[in-house]
């Protein structure tokens, strides 16, 4: 779930939820660099008005599955927008947004699609909110799917408009490079303007109003979840909100890993959700193997979440944790990846976890473009 700076990535536009860094002072941090592919140019298109739609899609497959977690303890639930009660096997209601087609016979437009209590997806909205500009870096999508924000290259500017495109609010960036802006609730969008090592993090409301600077001197790109700015090392997490609430997290993982990504923050901050990794000879990502974790940042405390396939244990796992939400139970929902670096797309299931890392059932989601991703 990291936004990469300048450039499309192959991770899901998807949106992530509230908080802000505060204070001016740079979190000091190992460095860490993550790869990232681009995305096909667009053809230009205009945007259509806002359709709202009740299209349910087959249902998903849902398949209950047992696992095991780590060996560390689960030391402690979490609050985040949870429903399902404690030890339950329910699915909260889940948001999906589906990324817009180019260059497809179909051409299909951005959309957003709910669960159904059923298992099926529900398509409740579509457009194309970016008209198919030359973005600078991925489009991020509000929590509630109702927004898009994006960096428009050509212009120079961060451009906060309707899901549909319509009522735009524009705020130039002055030509400085910029972080791919992220969601901080669903009013209210974090950016960074500035060199790498040296950036300027900004808050702004959805109308354009309300400018905050909330930190100078950040070393990169941060990852937005539950409240908080997640800035990644290799070994170590730093989190923070706008409150100046600040922790540094140094999860006790096996030897070996380095940190990939945080995909889940709980609104508390007391639990996190990461993906690691294997180091490979010369930086390739090529052979790289995904394990994926759940910590607890007071203690530094890890689970591990069993892998969907037993074989994927060999030799390290498989499969990335790329978003989450964080129960109230300490459950989690995540999305995990579970292509191969070999392939050209990803390949995301949805996994209902036990506290334990116990894997209580998976879903699929909804069939079409591969681009997209869990909000909420």
């Known amino acids: 779930m990291n936004l990469g700076p300048f450039t499309h990535t192959t991770r899901p536009a998807s949106a992530r939820r509230s908080g802000a860094l505060a204070g001016t002072a740079a979190l000091l941090l190992l460095a860490f660099g993550a790869a990232a592919c681009g995305t096909a140019d667009p053809k230009t298109t205009p945007a259509p008005t806002e359709t709202a739609a009740a299209t349910a899609v087959p249902a998903t497959g849902d398949t209950p599955a047992a696992g095991?977690?780590?060996?560390?303890?689960d030391a402690a639930s979490a609050v985040a927008p949870a429903r399902?009660?404690?030890?339950?096997?329910?699915?909260?209601?889940?948001?999906?947004y589906t990324a817009e087609e180019h260059g497809q016979k179909q051409n299909d437009?951005?959309?957003i699609w709910r669960r159904t209590p059923g298992g099926s997806w529900q398509l409740v909205r579509s457009g194309r909110p970016e008209n198919s500009k030359n973005l600078n870096g991925p489009l991020a999508v509000s929590p509630d799917g109702r927004r898009a924000?994006?960096?428009e290259a050509s212009a120079r500017r961060l451009v906060i408009s309707e899901f549909d495109g319509t009522k735009?609010?524009?705020?130039?960036?002055?030509?400085?490079?910029?972080?791919?802006?992220s969601w901080l609730d669903s009013g209210r969008v974090l950016y960074g303007l500035g060199p790498e090592k040296e950036l300027t993090l900004i808050a702004v409301n959805a109308d354009g109003t309300g400018q905050k600077v909330l930190a100078t001197h950040h070393p990169k790109c941060p990852t937005v979840s539950g409240g908080w700015i997640a800035q990644v090392g290799a070994q170590t997490v730093a989190i923070a909100d706008e409150r100046g609430v600040r922790r540094a997290i140094s999860p006790r993982l096996p030897a070996g890993l380095v940190i990939g990504g945080v995909a889940a923050i709980s609104g508390n901050g007391r639990t996190l959700v990461i993906s690691a990794h294997t180091t490979s000879p010369g930086g390739c990502a090529c052979s790289?193997?995904?394990?994926?974790y759940r910590i607890d940042a007071v203690s530094?405390?890890?689970?591990?979440?069993?892998?969907?396939?037993?074989?994927?244990?060999?030799?390290?796992g498989h499969g990335e944790a790329i978003d989450g939400v964080v129960l109230a139970d300490g459950g989690l929902v995540v999305q995990v990846n579970a292509a191969t670096p070999a392939d050209g797309a990803p390949a995301y299931r949805l996994v209902r976890y036990a506290a334990s890392g116990r894997v209580l059932a998976t879903a699929s989601v909804p069939a079409g473009q591969p681009w997209g991703g869990l909000l909420g």
């Open 68 to 73: 095991t977690g780590g060996s560390v303890p």
């Open 84 to 96: 399902p009660a404690v030890g339950s096997t329910q699915w909260p209601q889940l948001t999906w």
């Open 109 to 111: 437009p951005a959309r």
């Open 149 to 151: 924000a994006w960096m």
């Open 168 to 181: 735009r609010h524009v705020i130039p960036t002055q030509g400085q490079q910029t972080c791919a802006p």
């Open 288 to 292: 790289e193997r995904f394990r994926s």
């Open 300 to 316: 530094g405390a890890v689970t591990e979440l069993a892998p969907l396939d037993p074989a994927w244990k060999q030799p390290t």
